[in-house]
């Protein structure tokens, strides 16, 4: 099943409305609802396109409602831990159907938002929040947000991005096997639908590894030379955002189409990433226009495939399906071994990407690296050097993302709760037990220290100020659904 993106479905409309500028975030437009019959709004349009900015916001609101900002009822007085707690029925929404024409996905289940802009179910997002509600005992919306995942990979056979129409043509990454792992339902029957959304997970991944040569390139498989079989962050169009048209055209501006459409599947590649963006995958590591994601392979992305090969080994195994279990036990230690030798930087002491281009590791020192250690791939005589790698990036509020201060948001000086999550469960898996804990409370300490200022919880933080983050295509949102749920799973651990 697939469905049309607003800019395929309202193609001169769309474009109109982003060129002009009409509204501050080229999102707004993309999640807005048609009030008429789509082939109505299109006659309407070409029996007289309006030609000034007027007459062109008159049009719009005639025939689309436009989305709300979404931050109602997200600021309040209380203690943090109540507040997180009473926030998650503000963030809870339903989404049963769709309105011809819109962007939304429907979804069988409730399911939590992260905030403001962000008004849909985002993929990677779930689990860190769902950290969260396991805290405040709402297994319920644990239960329902794993179901909707499901259900997303039975109509689509992957996890969107998020669950809009221009998102489908990539997804995030992939920690459902660890969100499943959150499930109270232990039941056969429904361990057994997991695994088979997991397989089907797998798959999406792995689409086109059948008949790679090596040096091989499919979709988001890689063959290395060597015959290793890796994989990379894509996405199936090479065309501008709907949610960031009016940026990625302007990026785009005056480059040869060939060049253009490069652009933009790496833009909408880091975008699947879920670094969106960061100097990791600039080529001068500053500007925007030298992005080359695809030809980079992500030690993160393939440390959490790792995870799901080994969950599924696990699962199948305890669930008698041995011949699944023994090829997926093979395929996870196949990986292990390939990140550890091509994406291991033994000069400098820390795992990071995989230049396709240049055929070596990359230099750059990020937090991605604490995935190795979170996934348990990283060997016992390696860690203590991804320790102190790791150990370089802390500051007074947490981690950073990475020490370079592009001006991207996945830099330097923002931190971002999911990776404060992945550094510190991946330290104490190590038994690094005091830099976790270094991390967990100034992480903890400076959330609290800001909701105490303004009442609100932020996506990203400055962790050397100890303040908002900044950078990026928007403003910073309020909310928010995985900076509530790992503030809450720490707090649940820090000294009383």
């Known amino acids: 099943m697939t469905a049309s993106s607003p800019s395929a479905l309202f193609g001169p409309i769309f474009r109109a409305v982003q060129a002009h500028g009409l509204y501050p975030d080229s ?12 082939e109505e709004i299109l006659a309407e349009w070409h029996g007289g396109c309006p030609r000034e900015q007027s007459d062109l916001a008159r049009f719009v609101g005639r025939n689309f409602a436009l989305p709300g900002e979404g931050h109602e009822g997200l600021s309040g007085t209380a203690g943090m831990a109540d507040h997180i707690h009473a926030l998650w029925s503000v963030l809870t929404r339903r989404q049963e159907d769709s309105a011809a024409g819109s962007s939304q996905i429907a979804l069988p289940r409730p399911f939590v938002v992260p905030g403001g802009r962000f008004r849909e179910l985002y993929y990677w997002d779930a689990y860190f929040t769902a950290l969260g509600l396991v805290r405040s005992d709402r297994h319920d919306l644990v239960e329902d947000m794993i179901a909707n995942f499901g259900s997303l990979l039975d109509r689509f056979g992957h996890i969107p991005n998020g669950t809009r129409s221009y998102y489908l043509s990539r997804s995030h990454p992939p920690l459902f096997y660890l969100m499943a792992g959150l499930s109270q339902d232990r039941s056969d029957d429904s361990r057994r639908n997991r695994l088979r959304w997991m397989l089907i997970e797998h798959r999406f991944w792995m689409d086109g590894e059948d008949g790679l040569a090596p040096g091989g390139e499919a979709r988001r498989v890689i063959r290395l030379p060597d015959g ?35 652009l933009w599947r790496d833009l909408r590649a880091a975008a699947e990433s879920g670094w969106d963006f960061s100097s990791r995958w600039l080529g001068d590591g500053h500007n925007l226009a030298s992005i080359r994601t695809t030809r980079l392979v992500p030690v993160d992305l393939n440390c959490l495939l790792h995870g799901l090969e080994q969950t599924i080994a696990e699962e199948a195994l305890a669930l008698g399906e041995g011949d699944v279990a023994r090829s997926f036990a093979v395929r996870a230690q196949h990986r292990a071994t390939a990140i550890n030798q091509h994406l291991w930087n033994a000069t400098a002491g820390f795992f990071a990407d995989y230049d396709l281009d240049r055929h070596t590791v990359a230099q750059q020192l990020t937090a991605a690296t604490a995935f190795a250690l979170f996934t348990g791939i990283c060997p016992r005589d390696r860690a203590a050097a991804v320790k102190n790698a790791i150990d370089q990036m802390v500051r007074d509020g947490g981690l950073l993302t990475t020490l370079n201060p592009s001006g991207q948001q996945w830099d330097a000086p923002n931190g971002w709760a999911p990776l404060q999550w992945i550094a510190i469960a991946g330290l104490r898996r190590y038994g690094f037990t005091g830099l976790a804990d270094t991390i967990a409370h100034r992480w903890v300490t400076m959330v609290e220290d800001h909701y105490r200022a303004s009442g609100v919880f932020l996506e990203k933080y400055d962790v050397e100020r100890r303040g ?23 707090l649940a651990g820090m000294p009383q």
């Open 27 to 38: 999102k707004s437009f993309a999640d807005a609802i048609p009030l008429r019959p789509i």
């Open 228 to 262: 290793t079989l890796l994989n990379r962050s894509w996405d199936d169009i090479d065309q501008p955002r709907d949610e960031s048209w009016r940026e990625d055209m302007a990026l785009a501006e005056g480059l040869p189409e060939a060049s253009q459409r490069r």
């Open 468 to 490: 908002a983050g900044a950078g990026g295509e928007y403003v910073t949102e309020t909310g928010f659904g995985w900076t509530n749920g790992v503030t809450l799973k720490l």
